[in-house]
């Protein structure tokens, strides 16, 4: 079964540092782009980071310069390490897998990105 | 960054009910556009992608179009379970960004 699990959530002060850990089966995470994305409590899903197959990595910006993506082949396993947190970052952070899906059109196939496969998230909780 | 505004905010419906969820891109996407399902306590799932495409195993009932900056998600006949929050997400460049979502309660 395709899936990944999120884990690594929990209650930490501000300033502190968590690393989230998602452990995919059925599928390889070197070979595919993954992504984190989070919901604040009442708020929507907001984009976190992505990593591509070839190691590229992008960041949104409100993250950028704290959070860290990376990946271990060894474990298929996508990371998320977060640094100085604060309060805005408390959310239920999802891993998911970026597909790259098929589309036909008058050309020929094109390819699409799009999270198709999703983990139930882990809850992060920023508070002293 | 491209901007996602989706309308409206929340609706309330019946079942067998049609539903259009809008969406608006602050620039051209193309077709670069996905629309998702939220729960509570679930794993979203993808229902649409490049706009218009259903994904593997999402019932026919949920329909997209659209291109450029105009998009719209239409569920033809609202079932229970249709019950949820839904979102827009252009994957055109990243930052990656979604609408602020919709969600569909019941009359």
């Known amino acids: 079964e395709v899936q990944v699990v999120e884990s690594g959530g929990g209650l930490i002060q501000p300033g502190g540092s968590l690393r989230l850990s998602c452990p995919a089966s059925g599928f390889t995470v070197s070979n595919n782009f993954m992504a984190w994305v989070r919901q604040a409590p009442g708020k929507g899903l907001e984009w976190v980071s992505l990593?591509?197959?070839?190691?590229?990595?992008y960041y949104a910006d409100s993250v950028k310069g704290r959070f860290t993506i990376s990946r271990d082949n060894s474990k298929n396993t996508l990371y998320l390490q977060m640094n100085s947190l604060g309060a805005e970052d408390s959310a239920v952070y999802y891993c998911?897998?970026?597909?790259?899906?098929?589309?036909?059109?008058?050309?020929?196939?094109?390819?699409?990105?799009?999270?198709?496969?999703w983990g139930q998230g882990t809850t992060v909780t920023v508070s002293s | 960054d491209i901007q996602m505004t989706q309308s409206p905010s929340s609706l309330s419906a019946s079942v067998g009910d049609r539903v259009t969820i809008t969406c608006r891109a602050s620039e051209v996407i193309s077709d670069y556009l996905n629309w998702y399902q939220l729960k509570p306590g679930k794993a979203p799932k993808l229902l649409i992608y490049a706009a218009s495409t259903l994904q593997s195993g999402v019932p026919s009932r949920f329909s997209g179009l659209g291109s450029g900056t105009d998009f719209t998600l239409t569920i033809s006949s609202l079932q229970l379970e249709d019950f949820a929050t839904y979102y827009c997400q252009q994957s055109h460049s990243t930052p990656w960004t979604f609408g602020q979502g919709t969600n569909v309660e019941v009359k």
């Open positions: 998911a897998r970026v597909g790259q899906l098929e589309r036909r059109g008058d050309g020929g196939f094109y390819y699409y990105s799009a999270m198709d496969v």
């Open positions: 990593i591509y197959s070839g190691g590229d990595t």
